[in-house]
């Protein structure tokens, strides 16, 4: 049902977009539609199937090899003249003549040969198919983990969008009272209270509020944009955020040994691992068997004289210069790089995660602090009006209490826009395979 109401409303957002209009999206929704339609996640998806392509195709190591051919040929070549009539069984006494062996006249073989060749026992190719099969599931947790960055991606995007929505909400109100504020000021310059300098700092103040008001729209745009081309969908949309809240978080996460990626390269070190195995069993004796069925005939498309070849072979390489050891060489020492950076990205994730903590701590503790600022400065806002009223205060005072106060609301709303993108980037590193 949920993804029928995402599609539903990215196909209105594909009509609308020409207009400018909003359409409201949850966070849910983005996710979907991202992971859904995202060119990345496509790509990734793509590899999948690819390395799924690479480990059939091993299949060729079981599989009977079959071939069918036609062939033409023309010769006055004695030993060759002579072959094609044995081919095509019409070997007679005069054939015997000295000066017929000697100089035959122009002599015609039409062949239709298939040929069969099955694989019966290359332990190499074993392994081999192995590897490409341990190769599959690299693909197909890379695609996971893809999923999961796209993920953050998308959280990140929609927390940018659900700011730029509070900044502007904050600047309409600012702009509201800055204006009120300019009225009043107005009435009492007409009034001779007041100096032209006081009416011409409150006209500073409105200006300059609707600057950053405009700015905040245009961040409203840009952030829709980027979510856009992460959903996949077509720029020129505004997307409408819910109201931004702080997200739960996991205590005490911890980095999982299953993680996407961490099981990836695991996954590629077995992979090198019977490679290497592979190496190694191109040593061994290959058998092998093959058969050829023939119909010769001294016409074309004709099918006279028929025969069989069927055997078996076993090879056995015994030295091909240093190649194959010093392949072997190589695919260890890639073995080895890959244990070397498995374990590096884990201390890496690590450090990550215990500094993402230690931000998550900060932002907690940011939000708390500005929850009362906020309180404080609306309270602080709401004594230096009343006393401009009543003239009590100066023009100067009022705006600098109406700035404090939309300065420590857009300061709230960023302390949670970075405790949201800091709990997701959280979860993207303490995420496991089974999620």
Same mark, same amino acid.
Do not use: C
């Given at each position: 049902m949920n993804r029928i109401v995402t599609t539903l409303i990215l196909a209105i957002a594909s009509v609308l977009s020409a207009s400018g209009q909003e359409v409201s999206l949850s966070l849910d929704q983005a996710l979907e539609a991202a992971l859904r339609n995202n060119a990345e996640v496509k790509i990734a998806g793509l590899d999948e199937v690819s390395a799924e392509a690479r480990y059939r195709q091993t299949g060729a190591m079981v599989l009977p090899q079959i071939k069918l051919s036609y062939t033409g040929m023309s010769t006055n070549n004695p030993l060759?003249?002579?072959?094609?009539?044995l081919q095509q069984q019409v070997i007679t006494q005069n054939d015997f003549s000295p000066s017929l062996l000697n100089e035959p006249s122009a002599t015609q073989n039409f062949t239709t040969k298939a040929e069969l060749h099955?694989?019966?026992?290359?332990?190499?190719?074993?392994?081999?198919?192995?590897?490409?099969?341990?190769?599959?599931?690299?693909?197909?947790?890379?695609? *996971?983990?893809?999923?999961?960055?796209i993920v953050? !991606? &998308?959280?990140?995007?929609?927390?940018? =969008?659900?700011? #730029?929505?509070q900044a502007e909400a904050a600047l309409e109100e600012a702009s509201y009272t800055v204006n009120a504020i300019y009225t009043a000021t107005?009435?009492?310059?007409?009034?001779?209270?007041?100096? *032209?300098?006081?009416?011409?700092?409150?006209?500073? !103040? &409105?200006?300059?509020?609707?600057?950053? =008001?405009?700015? #905040?729209?245009?961040?409203?745009q840009n952030a829709s944009d980027y979510l856009g081309l992460l959903m996949g969908t077509d720029g020129g949309?505004?997307?409408?955020?819910?109201?931004?809240?702080?997200?739960?978080?996991?205590?005490?996460?911890?980095?999982?040994?299953?993680?996407a990626d961490f099981?990836?390269?695991?996954? #590629?070190?077995?992979?090198?691992?019977?490679m290497i195995q592979s190496g190694t069993m191109s040593y061994l004796p290959r058998l092998n068997a093959f058969g050829e069925y023939m119909i010769n005939d001294s016409q074309a498309f004709g099918f006279g004289a028929d025969s069989y070849l069927v055997g078996a072979q076993l090879s056995w390489t015994l030295f091909n210069g240093t190649a194959t050891r010093n392949k072997i060489a190589a695919q260890r020492i890639e073995r080895d790089k890959t244990v070397a950076q498995l374990a590096l990205?884990?201390?890496?994730?690590?450090?990550?995660?215990?500094?993402?903590?230690?931000?998550?701590?900060?932002?907690?503790?940011?939000?708390?602090?500005?929850?009362?600022?906020?309180?404080?400065?609306?309270?602080?806002?709401r004594i230096v009006q009343n006393r401009y009223q009543q003239g009590l205060v100066t023009t100067n005072d009022v705006l600098q209490a109406q700035s404090l106060f939309s300065q420590q609301r857009l300061l709230l709303a960023q302390t949670i826009y970075q405790y949201n993108i800091t709990a997701a980037y959280q979860s993207f590193l303490t995420s496991t395979n089974e999620k």
């Open positions: 060759n003249a002579f072959g094609f009539k099955q694989p019966v026992l290359n332990l190499d190719m074993w392994r081999m198919r192995q590897a490409a099969h341990e190769e599959q599931s690299v693909y197909a947790l890379k695609t *996971k983990r893809t999923k999961e960055y953050l !991606q &998308v959280q990140q995007a929609y927390a940018q =969008l659900q700011l #730029a929505y107005e009435n009492r310059f007409a009034k001779g209270y007041l100096q *032209k300098s006081d009416l011409l700092q409150v006209e500073v !103040q &409105v200006k300059t509020t609707e600057s950053k =008001l405009a700015e #905040a729209r245009s961040n409203i949309i505004i997307y409408k955020a819910d109201t931004i809240t702080r997200v739960a978080t996991v205590p005490e996460p911890a980095i999982a040994d299953d993680r099981k990836a390269m695991q996954f #590629a070190i077995k992979a090198q691992e019977k990205q884990k201390e890496q994730a690590q450090l990550e995660l215990n500094k993402t903590m230690r931000q998550l701590n900060d932002a907690r503790f940011a939000m708390q602090q500005q929850n009362v600022a906020v309180s404080q400065s609306a309270e602080a806002l």
